[in-house]
């Protein structure tokens, strides 16, 4: 019988380590993809920033070829056409600071979900060889208790029968 038990506990041993060794490896999986999303999302918010940049770079080109084309003649207060000018410049800084920072907190949320689903794969891989282990135990439980009922009744059977 002990011979029949050493392979089963090897056999168990190794699904047991497989099952961790899996699980740490998805976990290790997603914790790289969250690594990516957290990078994704600084580099979100260095995009932004850098539209914003161009956003005011474009205004002050809008305004000094107004007041180019001002200084030619034409009509119109140029304070107004500065004044707008700039408004509608801060109006899309804001429009491009807040998209990149939307798309800087969905790459942050998701990397927050990939660490956790890592941390349930490491979670579920020893759940699973706790599993296993239990469950190759209570079978050689079983198989030890008909083995020693059969031995009982063969030495029964030899003795009365």
Known sequence: MAQMAAPMLIAAGVQAVGSIVGGLSEQKAFNRDAAINEENSRLNMLTG?????????????????????????????????????????????ERVREAAFREAQNNKERARAQRSAGRQAAIGGIFNAVTTALGQAASMRTQNSRFAINERQRAFDRKFG
């Open 49 to 93: 920033e850098r539209e914003a940049l161009n956003v005011y770079r474009e205004e002050r080109q809008q305004v000094g070829a107004s007041l180019a084309a001002a200084s030619g003649g034409i009509g119109g207060s140029i304070g107004l056409l500065v004044q707008e000018s700039a408004r509608q410049a801060e109006m899309e800084v």
